[in-house]
Structures are given as C-alpha cells and as structure tokens.
C-alpha cells in the first residue's frame, strides 16, 4: 500500500515519526463535530498494534456494526475535540488516556458521510500511544460489539487488502478496504488509517 514506508512500525519508531508533526490544536467551526482515537500499544520486539472496535448493530446508528475507532460525537462540555476523544474513549471500552497514554498526532479531518451522504458534521481522527505494555484490559459499553488489537505494520504493507461492495442507490460501488482477520474496514475507518499511513511516509 505504501512501499515507501520504513518497514518499522515498533511503537517507539512510530511515535518518533509521528512527533515530527506535532498535534494541531482545534479550527473554528460552524459544523457539528465528533472525534475517534486511533490507540497504539507497543509489544516488546514486535510492530506496535491498533484497536479497533466492531460497533454494535443499532437503527439509530448510522455506521452499524461498522469496524471503526472509539469515538463519538462532541458534547457542549468538551473544552476541545481532544477531549471528545479521550472522554468518547473512556465511555466506550473503559480506557483512559488522560492517564495512560500519550497523545502522537491529528490526523486530517474527513467529513462525516453515512450511507453516501454528507452528514454536515466533520471528525477529528487523534492518534495516541499506550504508555505501558501489557494487556490493557478493556470493558465495552453497550455501544461496542467486539473490540480487536491488531498490527500495525501489516495493514501498512497493503496486507489483507480487499474491495468491498457496497450497494449505493442501486450502484454496486467496489470499494477499497481491509480484512482484518475476517472483518473488514472500509468507510471513513479506511480513510483515517490511510491518512495515518500517509502521514508516517511523509515523515
């Protein structure tokens, strides 16, 4: 996917990459907004691995049991979209990063689109780092399905990369996407990993 990245993805080498970037701080905004947090956890002699969560199947929800970051949608108390992020963390799979976790890089908004259509709300994508190895052991709310730590380095290298179809208005789209052990990410969780992708070959 991107030859041009350096075939290290170690945890420490990541954070390395991604502080040359710094963490831009928020722009003012007349759309509504929300925030995910794409969470990395380093293993001793391995590629440092990312968590994904499966979103529980909900009609109210317009990314249903979609592969997807931890996040949601900004509340009126959140002093920045950074907040939502660490806040939206903590309700869903019970991490908390003001306390355990470094905060590496923003990614580059993307619109909000579900079902083909523009939400008027733009998500700010936050990159972090785990502090410690371990387990880090997680407690789900309601809202997540399943929760998945996964390589980082493979998802990189183009590994596993697939199509998914995606029927929109009665046009089969071909998508492009990744399995990740049999789930497969696409939408706006592709865009943000490839965005983050991007980033560490700029770097």
């Known amino acids: 996917m991107f030859p041009g990245v350096s075939d290290s993805y170690d945890l420490a080498s990541v954070a390395a990459r991604l502080a040359r970037h710094g963490v831009r701080g928020d722009v003012a905004t007349?759309?509504?907004?929300?925030?995910v947090a794409a969470i990395l956890r380093g293993r001793e002699g391995a590629d440092a691995e990312i968590l994904l969560i499966r979103r529980a199947t909900h009609p109210s929800d317009p990314w249903s049991g979609h592969m997807a970051f931890p996040?949601?949608?900004?509340?009126?108390?959140d002093a920045s979209l950074l907040q939502t992020a660490i806040r939206e963390t903590r309700e869903e799979v019970g991490l908390d990063l003001a306390t355990h976790a470094d905060v590496l890089a923003r990614l580059p908004d993307i619109p909000a689109v579900a079902r083909g259509r523009r939400l008027g709300m733009t998500i700010g994508a936050y990159v972090f780092a785990l502090r410690h190895e371990g387990e880090h052991l997680l407690a789900p709310n309601d809202k997540v399905a399943?929760?998945?730590?996964?390589?980082?380095?493979?998802l990189a290298r183009g590994e596993g990369a697939a199509?998914?179809?995606?029927?929109?208005e009665g046009?089969?789209?071909?998508l492009p996407s990744i399995d990740v052990g049999g789930r497969i990410v696409w939408g706006l969780t592709y865009q943000m990993l490839h965005a983050l992708f991007a980033l560490l070959q700029r770097a």
């Open 30 to 35: 007349t759309d509504k907004q929300a925030a």
């Open 71 to 77: 996040g949601g949608r900004r509340d009126a108390s």
């Open 146 to 154: 399943e929760t998945v730590w996964t390589p980082l380095g493979p």
């Open 163 to 168: 199509v998914f179809p995606y029927n929109h």
């Open 171 to 174: 046009v089969l789209l071909e």
